[in-house]
């Protein structure tokens, strides 16, 4: 009997075969598997609700294209993954907007930061937080951006994140040195990002 580590999954479920007559037991598999984390990860970048239909989109996307899965090329999880990024990018233009929007209320300190005396220290505190990863993720491109939050917020190695946009692992490893080289040059304006995006 083959023993599989804690937090990985079984070969059938990193490169199942998606082919059968009957795909739902594996979809179903595969939604148990990482519907969650997925979820977590949209979450983050565009909010609850829209991450809740952006999951069953990507799942239904998946299902219809289930032929052009090649378990070869790689694993279910990152071709998951990118299915998600690309109907994720049909919100790119409105995050972008929140994002810049969500730094000029900061920065114009339009009342949400006001000190009533209701308010408390940690509000403030972690709606500048906020403003300032706003900013840095405002500023980045759509690919930059994608990138560093397929690591830091949903988790997947880089190589993952290479398979799941469609690109070469040694260019995800280099946009990843220039974001953390960008990051640090820019220490002033982004002291906390890296630290509220866990890279």
């Known amino acids: 009997m083959q023993v599989i580590p804690e937090g990985r999954e079984p070969d059938a479920l990193d490169r199942p075969d998606l082919g059968g007559p009957d795909p739902g037991p594996v979809f179903g598999r595969l939604f148990d598997a990482h519907a969650r984390s997925m979820h977590r990860y949209l979450a ?14 990507t799942f239904l996307v ?5 032929d052009s899965y090649r378990p070869e ?19 790119v233009r409105s995050e972008t907007r929140a994002l810049r929007a969500t730094a ?14 209701s308010r408390v220290a940690e509000q403030v505190d972690a709606q500048t937080r906020a403003a300032q990863l706003a900013g840095a ?7 930059d951006r994608d990138t560093l939050l397929l690591v830091a917020w949903a988790g997947l190695e880089p190589s993952e994140v ?4 469609g690109v070469p692992p040694g260019t ?9 080289r960008w990051l640090r040059a820019n220490a002033a304006e982004t ?3 890296e630290e509220a995006i866990d890279l």
């Open 172 to 180: 995800i490893r280099s946009r990843l040195h220039r974001l953390r």
């Open 73 to 91: 090329l790689g694993t279910a999880r990152s071709w998951l993954y990118g299915i998600a990024t690309n109907l994720l990018r049909h919100h």
């Open 62 to 66: 998946a299902l219809r294209r289930r």
């Open 191 to 193: 002291a906390r990002t």
């Open 137 to 143: 993720l405002a500023k980045l491109s759509v690919a």
């Open 162 to 165: 290479a398979e799941a946009l």
């Open 44 to 57: 983050r970048r565009i909010g609850d609700e829209p991450a809740h239909d952006l999951v069953g989109e």
């Open 104 to 117: 000029r209320l900061a920065r114009t300190g339009d009342g949400s930061t006001a000190g009533h005396d």
